[in-house]
Every structure is written in structure tokens, then in C-alpha cells.
């Protein structure tokens, strides 16, 4: 690629030394964060990093290189410029390992425009928002790009018996499994950054040169080798790790459902390229806003791919392939999860994915398929920093109001405690959650402009750790799952109600909504189990009340019956509205039978609001783990409630059968 149109586009007089070319990877990653590297604001998990004593959490999360940096090298890390700027030093260092792999001339300005696709896409947004995985991460990167400058050095030599021995084969192999397992230790994903940079050094080897296909399909092996070794051994260490500590496996394992692939192939491959489409295709609910010019670009790098190997005599069904290996190789993860869409945080091998297509349009010999990438890699470059300067915008509004609440709770608890001690630490309980809003686009998923007290709909143990992040010390987390709480919380008014901040038996409460999180959900429940409410509206009463949308309803001796359908929703109202209005803690039960796994919602409405949404629901397992199909639905309003619920039994398309709905006041106001 060196030689494609160099003149042209030449920056420097001379190739430049790389410690020269380093440091003007480093101005241009600096200038496009400068804004998160002269600030310091928390993001979510930020706070709970600040105050970790220990770094077993990592082992926890399958990431054994994460725990081995935070137990020996950065302890702190949660920190003001430092994980951003190492960040982008192993970023800038693994990008000239890749470019030296790509044969890109370092006087070339294409080289350093494209560098912007590689560490400064949209996706990346959302790892750089968790100040605590960066230096690891930055290091996974560094060891992907390691390993690929080898594969493409040593690759084409390694599968040729004339030029290399055995030994030599096996030690570059070896070498590149290691630094990819390292990678793999540091955030599992990163491992679909190396499958995509090991399919471009292919894909570009294939355009440059005729490659039959048996060392198409040997230089693909080899990558599924490596990667196949660097994953066993990243398990290996980590395997190691948890049984020395005795932590189990967590989170990570919540994502795979790998069953489901096997059960629905067909609607797993859909919603997977749902997923590609939603980021190739640029999305508002990737992106924050519609961006047109990602797909441009990418159809631009694939004209440069055709024009590349069509000019060259090559085989273009074979290179097409490959190139389209290379796009869908960052969503194979998609296809262990059950086709669900990945976190964006997740998706490391979308930009570079993106970049190899793009270098092909971006040298290509044709000038009108060059000059059309390299505007369209600008224009891209610019809406990622608008699209930056709007994330970091809400990000920075949301904290300095977080950080006032948090102030506001501490004076007040320290005025309700008598005789307060700062030496002491008092347990203190925090229920529910202020809405927040912003006015900025966040894309699905995103923790940027999220409030640390909404978070997991408000919980205790987050709300400690920012107090103390921001040097409010002086009180520990009460235990959430203790039902005496949730009914001295229940008879508090919410927040900003001079009394929504109390010291009761050594405990301060503080309750700044009126929607529990889970642990608090399961607490209301045991609570109020003995506690006696006649019913006050029942299904088998009231089948006229019901309106059921997307699906049809038969009668049958157990309750109804509903057919499959898309979102199926059962609304109602209960005709007694003074008693909706005059409760406070309200009891929805009955049972739900489906035949898989699969969710139950109820949707409700506090006093003097409309709408049904996500703010206002519980949620219940139902299906074969289920077994008698019964749930109680615990939901609080302190004003009372709108005479209108709608309960979906299922959110998948299955057919269900409802029972015994009925509705109740366990708390009067």
C-alpha cells in the first residue's frame, strides 16, 4: 500500500522516526479527548473502584490481568488523566505496530487520519467511560496488535515450509497465543479486536497478491488456532486465579446462553444482524444520533476492495468473503448470548473491523474511491467528537447534580444524627431513586449522563461509595434485604420532603423515591407476607374490564387463555379508584403459565401521571422454573395510584394462560 498515490498525501518530507510518528498519534488522541483528560468527572463504577480494598472482583469477572494490575501496579484506579492517557500510549504504539503490518508509509497523512477511525469510534465511548478497565485494556490492545504485527510478518513465512522450520513456526505461533491470551485476560471481548485485525492482514495480503485458496484457508486456520490456544490458556490463568482465591465465575457468565442458538438458529441469526445493522448502518440507538456517513464509508472501503482485486487479476468471490469475514467477526459473541444485543462497551472489534475495510478505499489506485474515503473518514472523525462532546456533556451534568445530592443527604443526615460523631461510622439505608433526564442522545446501554442514585434503580452500597469517593465519610451500607427497613421506608415521604431523611434505631434512612430495587422488591414482599388484604378487584369477576392487545383470548376453567403474540399486553382498571388513590403499597397476584422461560411485567401508574413506562414496572420469572406459575407483585406510591395497570405475561411470542389476577391495598395511606 506504500506505494498507492504517496505523493500525493505526504505530510512529512521524510519517513519519520516512529518515536516522531508516536508522538503524533499521541497529539491527535489528546486533542480529540482533551475534554475527558483536563476534567475529572466520576462515571458509574467509578465510585465503587475508588473505594475497593480489593481487586478480587476481577478474578471474579474472568479478568486476571485487570486483578494482577490493580493488586501490584495501580491500586487507585480510579484517577484524573492517567488510565486515559496510558490508554492512548498503547493505542498510538499498537496503532504503528499495525500500520508497519499494513505497509503504511508513517509521512503519509492517511496513516494519521485513519487513526481516528481506530481509537476514536463512537463504540470506544463507552469502554472510556469506566476509568477502571482502561490501563488493562490499553495493554490488551498493545498485545492484539503485537500479536498481529507478527502474523503479518511471520504469517506468510510461517505457512511456507521452504522459508521457515518447524521450530520457528511453533515459536511465532506460540508467542502470538500468549499475547492474545493476555489481551483475553484483560477484557474478553478484545478477543474479537484480534479475530477482526487477523482477517484484515489477510483480507489485504489477498488484494496485494495472488494467494491460492490453500493458503487463504491455512492463514485462517492458523487464526482460529491461535485464538482457539490464547482463549485456553486465558482460562487456564484465570481458572487458576479464582480457585487460589476461592471466587466463583460471575457476570461474565450471566451473558452466554449458547442453548439458544441451538434451539431458535434462525431468530439468534436475525437479531445478530439486527445488531450488525444497527452499528454498520449508523443508528441513533448506537450512535445518539443518525450517522449516514458510517455506512457511506464503509460501502467506500468495500469499492476500494472490488477495485483492488478485480485491477489485480485476483478472485473477488473469495476476497469478498474475506472482507465479509472481517465485519461480522466483531458480533460472533452476538451468537453466544442468544442473538441479544451486546453492551456498546462490548463491541471492541467494531473499529477495527471498520478500519480494515476502510484502509482498502483508503489507498485504492483509483483517486475518485481515495478522495471519496478519505472525506468520508473526516467527516466521520468529526461527528465522533461531536458525538464525544455530547456524551461528556451529559456525563458532566449529571455528576455536579450527583454530587450535589450527595452533599444535600449528608448535611441532612449529619443534622438528623444526635450528637454525631465523624469518627464513627453510621449504616445508613437509601430507598428509591430521583428521576433524571438530559437533554443530550444517549445511545442503548450507555452509563454516560446516568445517575450514580438511578443506576440498578437505586442501590444502597453505590450511593455509600460515591459519599465516600467524595470524602463524605462517616457511614457504611445498611443491609437492604432487612424487611424492618422497606415498612419504615414505606411511611416516609420521598425526597425533597424535609422528612425523607430520618435516624431510626441507630439507622439513617433516606428515601429519595418510591420505586424499590430489587433486594428492596423481595424485602417489601417478605414484609408484608402475613400481612391480610381482601382483594379488592379479581379477574374471574371482572373479565369485561380486561383489554387484551396482540393476542386473542378464550375463557377456559383455569382463567384465560391467550394466544402467541408480539408484546402481549393485558390492561384494566379496577373501577374503585378511591382505593387505588388512598394506598400507598399495593399487592397484584396471581399465576402465569408458559411453556418457556420468560418475564412477566406490570405496569402501573403513581397518582398524577400518565403514561405507561420503564420508571413505573415489576417484573416476575415465569415458565417451567416456575412451577406453579404464582407471583405477588409488591409496588409502592407514596401519593397513591392512577385507576389503570397493564400486566404483560409474557414478553416473548408464546402462548400463556393467566389466573387468579387480583388486586389489593397492603398499605393505606
Not at 518515536?19 to 497529539?27: G, P
Not at 464525544?388 to 443534622?415: G, M
Amino acid at each position: 500500500m506504500r506505494t498507492v498515490g504517496n505523493a500525493e498525501y505526504r505530510i512529512l518530507g521524510a519517513e519519520p522516526h516512529p518515536i516522531l510518528a508516536l508522538l503524533l498519534l499521541l497529539v491527535i488522541f489528546t486533542l480529540f479527548y482533551f475534554s475527558a483528560l483536563s476534567g475529572f468527572a466520576l462515571s458509574i463504577d467509578d465510585e465503587i473502584g475508588a473505594v475497593r480494598t480489593s481487586p478480587d472482583v476481577w478474578a471474579r469477572h474472568g479478568r486476571w490481568l485487570m486483578y494482577l494490575i490493580e493488586l501490584r501496579v495501580i491500586p487507585q484506579p480510579t484517577l484524573a488523566f492517567f488510565p486515559l492517557f496510558v490508554f492512548g500510549l498503547c493505542c498510538s504504539i499498537g496503532y504503528l505496530l499495525l500500520a508497519s503490518a499494513h505497509g503504511m508509509g508513517l509521512a503519509d497523512g492517511r496513516t494519521y487520519l485513519l487513526f481516528l477511525i481506530f481509537s476514536a469510534f463512537p463504540t470506544l465511548f463507552h469502554i472510556i467511560n469506566f476509568a477502571g478497565n482502561l490501563v488493562g485494556l490499553g495493554v490488551g490492545i498493545l498485545a492484539c496488535c503485537m500479536a498481529i504485527h507478527l502474523f503479518a510478518r511471520d504469517g506468510s513465512r510461517a505457512m511456507d515450509e521452504r522459508h521457515t522450520g518447524h521450530k520457528a513456526r511453533l515459536a511465532s505461533f506460540a508467542l502470538q497465543s500468549v499475547l492474545v491470551a493476555i489481551a483475553i485476560g484483560a477484557y474478553q471481548s478484545v478477543v474479537l479486536f484480534a479475530l477482526a485485525g487477523y482477517l484484515g492482514i489477510t483480507l489485504h495480503q489477498m488484494v496485494v497478491r495472488n494467494m491460492p485458496w490453500r493458503d487463504w484457508l491455512a492463514r485462517n486456520a492458523w487464526t482460529a488456532a491461535v485464538l482457539a490456544v490464547a482463549a485456553a490458556l486465558s482460562e487456564a490463568a484465570g481458572f487458576s486465579l479464582r480457585r487460589m482465591l476461592g471466587a466463583p465465575l460471575t457476570y461474565v457468565s450471566n451473558f452466554f446462553r449458547p442453548g439458544l442458538l441451538l434451539e431458535d438458529p434462525a431468530n439468534v441469526v436475525l437479531r445478530t444482524l439486527g445488531s450488525i445493522g444497527e452499528l454498520y448502518g449508523g443508528e441513533a440507538s448506537a450512535y445518539g444520533y443518525v450517522f449516514l456517513t458510517i455506512p457511506a464509508l464503509i460501502l467506500a472501503g468495500l469499492a476500494g476492495l472490488a477495485i483492488g482485486t478485480t485491477s489485480q487479476g485476483r478472485r473477488l468471490p473469495l476476497t469478498v468473503l474475506q472482507g465479509g469475514a472481517v465485519l461480522a467477526a466483531p458480533f460472533l459473541l452476538n451468537l453466544a448470548t442468544g442473538g441479544s444485543p451486546l453492551p456498546l462497551r462490548s463491541m471492541l472489534g467494531v473499529p477495527i473491523a471498520i478500519w480494515s475495510i476502510v484502509l482498502l478505499g483508503a489507498f485504492s489506485p483509483r483517486k475518485p474511491i481515495r478522495v471519496a474515503t478519505l472525506a468520508l473518514s473526516a467527516v466521520v472523525a468529526i461527528q465522533s467528537l461531536y458525538s464525544f462532546s455530547a456524551l461528556q456533556s451529559a456525563r458532566q451534568l449529571q455528576f455536579d447534580r450527583d454530587r450535589q445530592l450527595a452533599a444535600d443527604i449528608y448535611f441532612r443526615a449529619v443534622e438528623k444524627i444526635p450528637d454525631f460523631d465523624p469518627s464513627r461510622r453510621y449504616p445508613i439505608a437509601v430507598f428509591g431513586y430521583p428521576p433524571s433526564s438530559t437533554v443530550y442522545p444517549i445511545p442503548r446501554g450507555s452509563t454516560f449522563g446516568a445517575s450514580f442514585f438511578e443506576w440498578d434503580r437505586g442501590r444502597t452500597t453505590r450511593s455509600v461509595a460515591l459519599l465516600q469517593a467524595l470524602g463524605y465519610s462517616g457511614f457504611s451500607a445498611a443491609d437492604e434485604s432487612d424487611p424492618a427497613l422497606v415498612l419504615d421506608m414505606l411511611a416516609m415521604p420521598a425526597w425533597p420532603s424535609p422528612e425523607s431523611v430520618r435516624f431510626t434505631r441507630g439507622i439513617v434512612l433516606v428515601k429519595l423515591g418510591d420505586t424499590p430495587n430489587k433486594i428492596y422488591q423481595a424485602s417489601m414482599v417478605r414484609a408484608i407476607a402475613d400481612v391480610q388484604a381482601d382483594p379488592f378487584w379479581r379477574m374471574d369477576q371482572s373479565l369485561a374490564d380486561l383489554e387484551v392487545s396482540n393476542a386473542f383470548m378464550t375463557r377456559d376453567a383455569t382463567g384465560i387463555a391467550l394466544s402467541a403474540g408480539r408484546d402481549v399486553q393485558i390492561a384494566f382498571g379496577t373501577g374503585v379508584g378511591e382505593q387505588l388513590r388512598s394506598c400507598q403499597v399495593l399487592r397484584v397476584s396471581g399465576a402465569v403459565h408458559a411453556e418457556q422461560s420468560d418475564v412477566a411485567e406490570l405496569f402501573y401508574l403513581p397518582l398524577g401521571t400518565t403514561g405507561f413506562s420503564g420508571l413505573h414496572r415489576a417484573r416476575a420469572a415465569v415458565g417451567p422454573e416456575n412451577a406453579t406459575g404464582r407471583f405477588d407483585f409488591v409496588i409502592t406510591s407514596a401519593q397513591g395510584f392512577e385507576d389503570r395497570l397493564r400486566f404483560d405475561p409474557v414478553k416473548g411470542e408464546q402462548a400463556s394462560r393467566v389466573s387468579d389476577l387480583a388486586v389489593s391495598c397492603v398499605v393505606p395511606k
